[in-house]
T-cell receptor, first 119, second 105 residues
Framework: ETGVTQSPTHLIKTRGQQVTLRCSSQ?????VSWYQQALGQGPQFIFQ???????GRGNFPPRFSGLQFPNYSSELNVNALELDDSALYLC??????????????????FGPGTRLTVT | RKEVEQDPGPFNVPEGATVAFNCTYS??????FFWYRQDCRKEPKLLMS???SGNEDGRFTAQLNRASQYISLLIRDSKLSDSATYLC??????FGTGTSLTVIP
C-alpha cells in the first residue's frame, strides 16, 4: 500500500452544508494534491499544497479551500455544498525538491479516497 | 480543447492478447507523463512513468511521441488481472477520462 490515508471513508451531507476531508501523506513526502473524481470520469485537479502553501489550483471555485500542516498532512474544506459536489475525493502525496518547478516529473501516490454524497 | 484525451473504450480482449491504448495531450510544452491503473471503486495506482526514451516493465511498455503529442501503453500477453481502467496523466495534474479494459477468459 501507499501509506497515504484519508478520512472519513464515506460521508453524506445535505446541500448547503460544509465538509472537511483529511489526508495524511506518505512518510517522506512533502506535497499533497487533491482531486475530485465523478463517476465515469478521470480525477480533476483541485489544488496542491507544498510546504504549507497552495502551490497550484485547478478550475474550482473559492468555496473549495485547503490547508497543509507542518507534518504535511492536509485538509480539504468545501463550503455551501452542492449536489454536483457528490464525488470521490482523492488526495495524492509526492516528494518535491524545493528548486524544481511545478510541472516537473513527480510520481504521486493516492489515498483510498473519501466518497462524498450530497443530498 | 481538453488537456488530455483518451478513448474511453471499453476494450474487451481475450487472455493472451496484446492491447494498446493511446492518449493525446494538447500542451506541446508538457514535461511529465504517467500511466495509472484504477480498479473499480478504488484509488488510482501508479503503473509507470513515461520517459522520452520509452519505458518497459515486464509485459507493459510505455512510449512518448512528442511530435504527435501522444503517449501509449502496450500490454502484452493480457491476464485476467489486467482488467481495470487505465488513466494517462500529463504534467502531474491532468488526467484523461480513462480507458476501460476487460480481459476475457
Amino acid at each position: 500500500e501507499t501509506g497515504v490515508t484519508q478520512s472519513p471513508t464515506h460521508l453524506i451531507k445535505t446541500r448547503g452544508q460544509q465538509v472537511t476531508l483529511r489526508c495524511s501523506s506518505q512518510s517522506g513526502h512533502n506535497t499533497v494534491s487533491w482531486y475530485q473524481q465523478a463517476l465515469g470520469q478521470g480525477p480533476q485537479f483541485i489544488f496542491q499544497y507544498y510546504r504549507e502553501e497552495e502551490n497550484g489550483r485547478g478550475n474550482f471555485p473559492p468555496r473549495f479551500s485547503g490547508l497543509q500542516f507542518p507534518n504535511y498532512s492536509s485538509e480539504l474544506n468545501v463550503n455551501a455544498l452542492e449536489l454536483d459536489d457528490s464525488a470521490l475525493y482523492l488526495c495524492a502525496s509526492s516528494f518535491r525538491l524545493r528548486t524544481v518547478v511545478r510541472t516537473a516529473s513527480y510520481e504521486q501516490y493516492f489515498g483510498p479516497g473519501t466518497r462524498l454524497t450530497v443530498t | 480543447r481538453k488537456e488530455v484525451e483518451q478513448d474511453p473504450g471499453p476494450f474487451n480482449v481475450p487472455e493472451g492478447a496484446t492491447v494498446a491504448f493511446n492518449c493525446t495531450y494538447s500542451n506541446s510544452a508538457s514535461q511529465s507523463f504517467f500511466w495509472y491503473r484504477q480498479d473499480c471503486r478504488k484509488e488510482p495506482k501508479l503503473l509507470m512513468s513515461v520517459y522520452s526514451s520509452g519505458n518497459e516493465d515486464g509485459r507493459f511498455t510505455a512510449q512518448l511521441n512528442r511530435a504527435s503529442q501522444y503517449i501509449s501503453l502496450l500490454i502484452r500477453d493480457s491476464k485476467l488481472s489486467d482488467s481495470a481502467t487505465y488513466l494517462c496523466v500529463v504534467n502531474q495534474f491532468y488526467f484523461g477520462t480513462g480507458t476501460s479494459l476487460t480481459v476475457i477468459p
